[in-house]
T-cell receptor
Framework: QKEVEQNSGPLSVPEGAIASLNCTYSDRGSQSFFWYRQYSGKSPELIMFIYSNGDKEDGRFTAQLNKASQYVSLLIRDSQPSDSATYLCAVVLNAGNNRKLIWGLGTSLAVNP | DTEVTQTPKHLVMGMTNKKSLKCEQHMGHRAMYWYKQKAKKPPELMFVYSYEKLSINESVPSRFSPECPNSSLLNLHLHALQPEDSALYLC???????????????FGSGTQLSVL
């Protein structure tokens, strides 16, 4: 089982719809969860982070965390064509005294006008 | 200033060349990172510097040599690379929390490296 799993997509949604991106992780002890957005040919950009169970909202973005089920999701409301990008889920894996950021393979999102 | 600046943006080098990638940040971050990214793959950690000291080396071949001259600068020296080393090389920085790396990373725009 991969440590961080994402559906590679592409996920295609119409403009104005809600895009839902999901991520599951294997380490029950993980405490920190991040969503990075990467446009084609550009570098990753942090858009959301979440540490506690529940929802965290920032503008059109909502991150949802369920530690019991070991999943974290990202909702994008009122999707815009400019949201078309790859979304990378990253989870901190605790291994003894070491912390390591484990990346999913990313989900490609296409928002169609 | 919330930028991480990387130079050069593009680099083509032969397998016998020596070149260096440079990275600079002025956000006061005390952790700096080198990542390698291949097309359609996530970033792959290479090195982490904390307080200008190398804290993590992810078993990177010695043909890659990192250097952190001060808290704002990070270099990656390249020598005798192989064609499979062609990739996007990303520099990132972050704050340290209680001496531990904080995974809220700020990435530079990257150097697209081609090894012929």
């Amino acid at each position: 089982q991969k440590e961080v799993e994402q559906n590679s997509g592409p996920l295609s949604v119409p403009e104005g719809a809600i895009a839902s991106l999901n991520c599951t992780y294997s380490d029950r002890g993980s405490q920190s969860f991040f969503w990075y957005r990467q446009y084609s040919g550009k570098s990753p950009e942090l858009i959301m982070f979440i540490y506690s169970n529940g929802d965290k909202e920032d503008g059109r973005f909502t991150a949802q965390l369920n530690k019991a089920s070991q999943y974290v999701s990202l909702l994008i409301r009122d999707s815009q064509p400019s949201d078309s990008a790859t979304y990378l889920c990253a989870v901190v894996l605790n291994a003894g005294n070491n912390r390591k950021l484990i990346w999913g393979l990313g989900t490609s999102l296409a928002v169609n006008p | 200033d919330t930028e991480v600046t990387q130079t050069p943006k593009h680099l083509v080098m032969g397998m016998t060349n020596k070149k260096s990638l440079k990275c600079e940040q002025h956000m006061g971050h005390r952790a700096m990172y080198w990542y390698k990214q291949k097309a359609k793959k996530p970033p792959e950690l290479m090195f982490v510097y904390s307080y200008e000291k190398l804290s993590i080396n992810e078993s990177v071949p010695s043909r890659f040599s990192p250097e952190c001259p001060n808290s704002s600068l990070l270099n990656l020296h390249l020598h005798a690379l192989q064609p499979e080393d062609s990739a996007l090389y990303l520099c990132a920085s972050s704050q340290l929390s209680q001496g531990r790396v904080n995974e809220k990373l700020f990435f530079g725009s990257g150097t697209q490296l081609s090894v012929l």
